[in-house]
């Protein structure tokens, strides 16, 4: 497992996050991004997870509504990566991946474009 502390971890997603397009950020709404260390002992390998309505299922209804929630994993991608390189990228692919979940995108299409 790399070696990483949980202020590092936070660096490599906000550093992912300034490398979204700013034409995708400035789309993003009503959006948070959280990291925990562990996801629930149910699915001990979960990367990231995405919770909230996706910008294409909202309707007249969403309004007043708590931030649709991202939160990225450290221990689990610091488990599957060897160097601090592999975490970069996957944290890197993670973002990108509950982003899109944000948007609509499924993780059938996102599987297809290489964000598995």
Known sequence: ???MTREEFEELVGEALDR???????????VAVFV?????????????LYEGTPLTERG?????VLPDRI??????????????????????????HEIAHHFGIDDERLHALGYG
């Open 71 to 96: 939160t990225i994993y450290r221990n689990p991608t610091l488990r599957m990566c060897a160097t601090r390189e592999e975490a970069i990228e996957e944290t890197e692919i993670t973002v990108v």
């Open 1 to 3: 497992m790399l070696e």
């Open 60 to 64: 007249e209804w969403y309004a007043g």
């Open 36 to 48: 925990e260390d562990e996801p629930a002992p149910e699915d001990p390998e979960l990367l990231g």
């Open 20 to 30: 979204i397009p700013p034409e995708l950020t400035r789309l993003m709404d009503n």
